[in-house]
């Protein structure tokens, strides 16, 4: 029984060595706390700078310290000053167990933050897009300012429209949204954007469709592929729709839509369209789905196709 008091206290000994030398003595952690993160960005390069970011992944002297939910407070083993970058974060396809950094905005680098033991920083970031026309690329953008590049599909029963009702999304920039209405239980819309994307000659590391939507029933999003004159509806995301308890503008959402995987499936393809529909059942006919005993609305505004 002594001998192994005796070796479980050497190896409390060791390890509390080991841990002092780790942390070069510092015992108590400094914090920050971040409520969220914002976009900045120039409309007339970008398009509107609506965003959802979820989380921030932290590095510390470029080593990572963790990702952490918004809003969020955390510890940093550090003091004085110390190179702080923060990436802002997405829930890809909607999905809260799909996380990542947002690869298509630069992170906010904070070069000698002064880190207190004992103290919370609270910082702010705002990021921005890295710059167009170098490793990152703007496919498609629609915002219905001026256009509707939202054309309806031959099997579509209606079309998007442009409106500027109170619903739609509003901000200095934007007085327009597209609009479908659609009877209770009746009709589909399917529409395609009208820009043949064609990524064949170059693999598309990451591609990523921004969406901004207000809806009170379920839709889909995906890719069309044009092979040998044939056109491939590929379902890419099950849509659910926004909360219809809120007021607006709270009823609109953001959604980040990874469509590379699919684009790199099919490199030899002619051209990429996205496509949104209505028709659940002939789009995903493994599931059960029941339509809503009143009107059907769906607005939709400042769409960007990213690649890199």
Known sequence: MTKKFTLILLCSIVFAFASCKKFDG????????????????DYFVYGANTCNFTDAWVYVDDQIIGCYEL??????????????????????????DSRSPY?????????????????IINLNP??????????VNLSWMEDFESTNSLLPMSQSDTAVIRVSDPS?????????????????????FWVASAEEMNFHSNYVTYCMLEMDYNCNDTFFVGLL????????????????????TNTVPNKWKKIYINLGPYMNSYVTSSYFKVYITSNL????????????DEQRYYYFDNLKVLYR
Not at 168 to 188: E, I
Not at 281 to 292: R, S
Request: charged share 15%; glycine share 6%; with cysteine.
């Open 103 to 119: 690869v298509f905005c630069q992170p906010k680098i904070y070069q000698n933050l002064n880190l207190v033991e004992d103290s």
């Open 225 to 244: 592929r044009c092979d040998d004159y044939s056109i491939i509806a590929h379902p890419r995301v099950k849509v659910l729709p926004t909360d219809k």
């Open 126 to 135: 705002v990021v921005t897009y890295y710059p167009i026309g170098g490793s």
């Open 281 to 292: 059942q002939t789009v995903y006919d493994t599931w059960t789905y029941k339509p809503i």
């Open 26 to 41: 510092q015992s108590v952690p400094a914090y920050i706390h971040i409520d969220s993160i914002s976009l900045d960005c």
């Open 71 to 96: 809003p969020a407070t955390f510890p940093i083993l550090k003091n004085g000053p110390h190179k702080v970058s923060i990436f802002a974060g997405i829930c890809v396809d909607g999905i809260g």
């Open 168 to 188: 739609c999304w509003h901000s200095p920039n934007s007085f327009y949204s597209g609009r479908v209405a659609l009877p209770p239980d009746s009709l589909d």
